[in-house]
């Protein structure tokens, strides 16, 4: 219960009030690159301009700004300047002049241990390394990344390590708390599935979690700002999971299992169900079977080399700090299920060049031949592979930090003008020499060039500023609403907003989930308080609502907003009289366009259904609406993947109208698709949304 009262009260804690993406900054391609030269392990403190020299795509650049950075010492709290608000910390992010800094939590591989002892050594290194205008975030696998706020002082910070240091939970087996774990456990414990397999089961989401928060981190802080960006992973290292066929064979007909299709009935007091083995059992057999079977076929160790791209691309380094020290394990690693490149040869150590704790002491292995030293391995070949270095196989944690400080205080930044002046967004690879002999050079990779698209959006942001369309790259923003979809949260709201009749307007959704109506005290439904407030705490409007089983997600007209942005509170309190649930909406702008999402499947019948959770199966429709102009006519629509490249799907598109307001609409069936992550631009006369939603198996 300790275990489970600590990794959520850290995960509350850890996050802020969530922002709006930080805007894309387009226009001169003017690139700025750090460059890390060194020698015997440190820094070459005298190099000049003409001491460099830098390619882009092979062709030399002349460099235009030159400047050696050198921020060590410690700063005092006081001299730090600390944002007031969310839209403030965003502003100081942009800056060019401050560092960006996120200390990322692995709460599912780092055990108690590792988290005690990891909170003073931290601690001391964020207020060893943070200067007046440097800037760091906190993040857990349960947070979003459009959740994070920056911050200068270490205060607070230090405040919640102190409090709740048994953040790690790595010895767990199971997480009460959870809700997918325990179905699992439910579905598949009491012998009816081998234990290992069963932990096999858990092991291999939690990694999945993992590897897709520091995914959507990555997404998130390309968007913060063009210069580098370092994340301190705090994490005891992963296998990365391949496919077990043996989790999805039958052991009596050596064949793939099916997957069961939900059971329509009736429940023992006269109520249909779409979903039988629920009412009878507690958990839906079909879930859990889909979950095996997703868990089954993932390949961690290619979503993991994808990172690497995704990366350099972004401009982040990883630091991986491993908090449990020195570890000793015998239990050997499955080489046809862990640990293999995407092309099929297994991971060699001898090809990460690491620069981290592990170098000068430790022997190299040819192959990873147990979890532990797997972990290790790809914690290396992490920062290797995006000019960080990795704190492994070290009961000193103190003094890897302190290697990691030095790093990130003292580097040069160097500006160019790119000659390549095509608007493609292609990436671009940047290559760094030093012409003072025996010095080696850790620099940016490249970058991403704008597209026209998104140099005409920047001009619109100069412009016009808050105008609609002049936020990040559409495509990151949309996804970044992605990261992560929380299980088991028990009210979720989203907001649909876009102007009605010249003014801004918005609709809230609030969303419960079905299983709070299995308990005595949400039987009879709830009812749901809404109430909208200025930025400055000033009441607009409230209206009440009622939730009940069979219609869980409800869709409240707000009516208009202010330009400058709204507060959203929900407040959903149980006709049984238990306790109520709580849902706060920061809008920093009324005037953008927001989509609001329904669904269609065997849970709704033929009807389409608004819902806060932006998640769907195969077997399920989805409709995307925007209100839009009276009289628009011209109206478009098209699937993308995570990428931003159209599928060839048919999404049929139309408008129609509701009271005063008209809706342009989206419609797909979702069966066509695998399972990942998909776009859909809406767009209606001159108006161009992209909504972003996950489809699991």
Not at 160 to 173: A, C, S, T, V
Not at 182 to 190: K, P, Q, S
Not at 502 to 525: I, M, N, S, T, Y
Not at 663 to 679: F, H, I, N, Q
Request: hydrophobic share 40%; proline share 7%.
């Amino acid at each position: 219960m300790a275990a489970a009262l600590a990794c959520s009260a850290a995960a509350a804690l850890f996050a802020q009030q969530p922002k709006q993406p930080p805007p894309f900054r387009a226009g001169t391609n003017f690139v700025h690159v750090d460059v890390y030269p060194s020698a015997n392990g440190t820094i070459v403190p005298d190099l000049t301009a003409a001491d460099f020299e830098v390619l882009e795509d092979g062709v030399p650049q002349k460099i235009q700004t030159f400047e050696h950075v050198d921020l060590g010492g410690f700063t005092p709290q006081e001299a730090k300047a600390e944002p007031t608000s969310t839209r403030e910390a965003a502003a100081m992010a942009e800056t060019a002049k401050g560092r960006i800094f996120v200390i990322f939590l692995d709460t599912y591989f780092v055990n108690l241990v590792g988290s005690h002892n990891i909170r003073r050594p931290l601690v001391d290194f964020l207020n060893r390394l943070l200067g007046p205008d440097d800037m760091f975030a906190v993040m857990t696998p349960d947070m979003s990344a459009m959740d994070l706020s920056f911050a200068r002082k270490t205060e607070t910070v230090e405040d919640n390590l102190r409090r709740f240091w048994f953040w790690g939970r790595k010895d767990e087996n199971m997480l009460p708390d959870d809700p997918t774990e325990r179905e699992l456990a439910e579905c598949y414990g009491d012998s009816r599935m081998p234990a290992t397999a069963l932990n096999e089961l858990v092991q291999r989401r939690r990694e999945k979690k993992v590897i897709d928060a520091l995914t959507d981190l990555t997404i998130h802080l390309r968007g913060v700002r063009e210069g580098r960006k370092a994340v301190i992973a705090i994490t005891g290292g992963w296998v990365l999971f391949r496919e077990n066929k043996d989790l999805n064979t039958d052991p009596a007909t050596g064949m793939p299992k099916p997957i069961p299709v939900p059971r329509t009935g009736i429940t023992t007091d006269g109520k249909i169900t779409t979903d039988t083995s629920v009412e009878n059992l507690g958990y839906s057999k079909s879930k859990c079977e889909r979950d095996r079977f997703w868990l089954s076929t993932i390949d961690d160790r290619r979503a993991l080399y994808d990172l690497f791209d995704l990366a350099n691309r972004s401009n982040v380094s990883f630091y991986p700090v491993n908090p449990m020290g020195l570890q000793a394990s015998n239990r050997p690693i499955d080489q046809d299920r862990f640990a293999e490149r995407p092309n099929g040869t297994l991971l060699d150590p001898q090809s990460v060049q690491t620069k981290g704790e592990h170098d000068a002491t430790a022997p190299r292995l040819e192959t990873p031949t147990s979890v532990v030293e797997a972990h290790a391995e790809n914690l290396r070949e992490l920062a290797a592979s995006t000019d960080g270095f990795a704190v492994v196989d070290t009961n000193d944690l103190d003094r890897g930090l302190q290697r990691i400080a030095t790093d990130l205080s003292s580097y040069y930044l160097l500006g160019y003008a790119s000659t390549n002046a095509k608007l493609d967004g292609k990436f671009r690879k940047i290559t760094v020499h030093v012409k003072r002999a025996g010095v080696d050079v850790r620099a940016r990779r490249g970058y991403r060039a704008p597209t026209e698209k998104e140099v005409e959006e920047g001009a619109m942001a100069e412009a016009s500023p808050g105008a609609p369309g002049t936020s990040s790259s559409a495509i990151q923003v949309a996804l970044e609403s992605l990261a992560p979809v929380r299980p088991g949260v028990p009210l979720r709201t989203t907001v649909a907003a876009g102007m009605v009749a010249g003014r801004p307007h918005a609709w809230l959704v609030a969303e419960l989930d079905p299983g709070l109506f299995h308990q005595p005290d949400w039987a009879g439904g709830a009812a749901a308080d809404i109430a909208v407030f200025t930025q400055d705490e000033i009441a607009l409007t409230s209206k009440r609502e009622v939730i009940t089983s069979e219609q869980r997600a409800i869709v409240v007209d707000v009516g208009e907003l202010p330009a400058d942005g709204a507060i959203v509170r929900t407040k959903v309190t149980p006709k049984g009289g238990g306790l109520p649930y709580t849902d706060t909406l920061h809008l920093d702008e009324g005037a953008s366009v927001r989509a609001l999402l329904s669904r269609r499947g065997p849970t709704t019948g033929v009807r389409y259904v608004p819902t806060a959770v932006p998640q769907f199966g195969r077997t399920e429709r989805v409709r995307i609406d925007i209100p839009v102009e009276t009289g628009t006519a011209d109206v478009s629509a098209e699937i993308l993947d995570r990428a931003g490249k159209p599928i060839n799907v048919p999404v049929h598109a139309s408008t129609r109208v509701e009271g005063n307001v008209t809706w342009a609409t989206a419609e797909l069936s979702l069966a066509p698709l695998a399972p990942g992550d998909y776009l859909v631009r809406l767009t209606a006369g001159k108006q161009s949304v992209v909504t972003a939603f996950r489809l699991t198996p």
